[in-house]
């Protein structure tokens, strides 16, 4: 009996500490959202994970709970002759504790334990000879600021894991052709105005162009503004295109009619040689002011009834990530929830998608929640906190929610 007790209590103590590996399906193509614009994307699908000294291969995304450190690494090939045909980069939708990154064993790069996408250049005096090169990721939950993004206070309701949260890939890209792209709203006589402006670069013997541009509001797929442009003389590198058209209440981003626009852009590039470039920027038409503690959305007070996110990725396992997430912000949004807030990690691409399109407002922090004072009196944290705003925007950048 008393031997009896003891085994109970190593196998119970044994299942409370054991790691676990949590994969899920995400519910979308790899980098899918930065796909359409690049000439090559090479998925990173099949990982081999190590830890406590034990090998095992596992499929992206995944996540090891209760594990202080992992390392993860992959293989993809890439044919010398591509090398000269843009920029490598290396593209993840977020990765959970602090990550140092290698390319074929140099040491090019360090996520903090943040869960924002981001994406990075790779040198390419650092690529291998022949074909096969590898990707490794040394994972961690950080114990202090030089590490990362500690985690400061226990959640019951967040398992402590870490691993590629979100899938990962490698991209191919030439110089883009339009870039910059803006927009805003203004108040107007009979609802708003749209004011909006790109950057045109010019590279090749053209002498002229035609631009032919579409808004599109992405539920009926009505074109609200369409209007053609020529020019004849591109003795610049570089054209400023500003546009503006009116825009009525339908057509903006609120919580309750949560509307998408989608610009259509075709350039034709004249001259000695021809060129077709064709690109599309989805964005939610909308403005906000706080006024003496109140949210104005589009000019009207918005009341919040807002919860706070908190994540536990083992509910995900063996499931498919968009349709449970997409089930939980339904579930919310009958309940009469119109905001989320985020304190502990940032929120994916995939999440703002779905807060675009069932109107809810985003309040995301970056995970400094309860840190000590004396923390922000060290520079490194700062820094940190300064790399994971600028790695994030890109891929925030025009969610209206």
Known sequence: MKYGFILLTLLLIFQATAQKIITYNWGAAPCAERQKNERTVFPLNNWQLQTNGQSSTVQAP????????????????????????????????????????????????????????????????????DSLQSIRLKIKQPENTHE?????????SESHVIGLFAPMCITMESKPVITGFQQQILPAENGFKLSYSYRI?????????????????????????HKIRFAKDLSSKALLIHGEFPLNKQSVWNTDTPQTITLHIKLNLLGKTKRIV????????????????????????????GITWHQNLRRFNQKNYRQTLTSDLQSLKSLGINAVRFSHFLP?????????????????????????????????LLEMAKN??????????QHPS
Not at 204 to 223: I, M, N, P, Y
Not at 281 to 288: D, K, L, N, S, W
Request: hydrophobic share 40%.
């Open 62 to 129: 995944f996540v090891v709970a209760d594990a202080g450190k992992i390392s993860v690494g992959t293989h993809f090939t890439l044919n010398r002759k591509l090398r000269t045909s843009g920029n490598l980069y290396l593209i993840s939708g977020g990765i959970k504790g602090s990550a140092s990154i290698y390319l074929n064993g140099h040491l090019i790069s360090f996520v903090s334990n943040a869960q924002q996408p981001f994406k990075i250049l790779l040198p390419t005096e650092f690529l291998t000879d």
């Open 148 to 156: 990362g993004f500690p985690l400061i206070v226990y959640t019951y």
């Open 201 to 225: 670069n010019i590279n090749g013997d053209f002498s002229r162009l035609q631009l032919d541009e579409v808004f599109q509001r992405d539920t009926d797929g009505k074109a609200i503004f």
């Open 278 to 305: 064709n690109q599309t920027f989805r964005f939610g038409a909308r403005t906000f002011t706080w006024r003496k503690g109140q949210f104005y959305l589009n000019g009207q007070l918005i009341p919040i009834h």
């Open 348 to 380: 994916d691409t995939q999440f703002l998608h779905l807060c675009d399109s069932l109107g809810f407002l985003v309040f995301a922090e970056l995970p400094l929640w309860r840190f000590p004072k004396s923390f922000f009196q060290e520079n490194y």
């Open 388 to 397: 994971t705003c600028l790695q994030m925007t890109p891929f925030y950048q």
